[in-house]
């Protein structure tokens, strides 16, 4: 399963998140410079600030075409080890304006 949607969001301040299900609480920044951040059921990307514009996000699940010419920005488990979950960010400027998500459900 590859594609699987595209949206473009408004980076409410300077990020986007992704959570599954359970999620009680967000991951909080400890320096504001870091690319990610993430609890067991969320992980939060960094982006340009939402006064520069909508950030285009997708989901692609198992392998995103063209992944080597990303920035990973995040690798890890998303929902208490229900799936894997890499991030990529891309920049045509300085902070990212495109974030793709790819998941992998585990067993």
Same mark, same amino acid.
């Given at each position: 399963?590859?594609?699987?949607?595209?949206?473009?969001?408004?980076?409410?301040?300077?990020?986007?998140?992704?959570?599954?299900?359970?999620?009680?609480?967000?991951?909080?920044?400890?320096? %504001?410079?870091?690319?990610?951040?993430?609890?067991?059921?969320?992980?939060?990307? /960094? #982006?340009?600030? +939402? &006064?520069?514009?909508? =950030?285009?996000?997708?989901?692609?699940?198992?392998?995103?075409?063209?992944?080597?010419?990303?920035?990973?920005?995040?690798?890890?488990?998303? %929902?208490?080890?229900?799936?894997?979950?890499?991030?990529?960010?891309?920049?045509? /400027? #300085?902070?990212? +304006? &495109?974030?793709?998500? =790819?998941?992998?459900?585990?067993?």
């Amino acid at each position: 399963m590859p594609f699987v949607a595209r949206a473009r969001v408004i980076p409410l301040h300077g990020q986007v998140v992704i959570t599954d299900s359970e999620a009680r609480d967000y991951p909080q920044w400890q320096t %504001g410079q870091e690319k990610a951040v993430a609890l067991p059921n969320s992980v939060a990307v /960094a #982006t340009r600030a +939402d &006064r520069e514009g909508d =950030v285009t996000i997708e989901v692609w699940g198992d392998k995103l075409e063209g992944e080597e010419e990303l920035e990973l920005a995040y690798k890890g488990e998303l %929902g208490k080890g229900r799936y894997h979950l890499k991030v990529f960010t891309a920049s045509s /400027a #300085t902070l990212p +304006d &495109r974030v793709y998500f =790819v998941v992998t459900r585990l067993a």
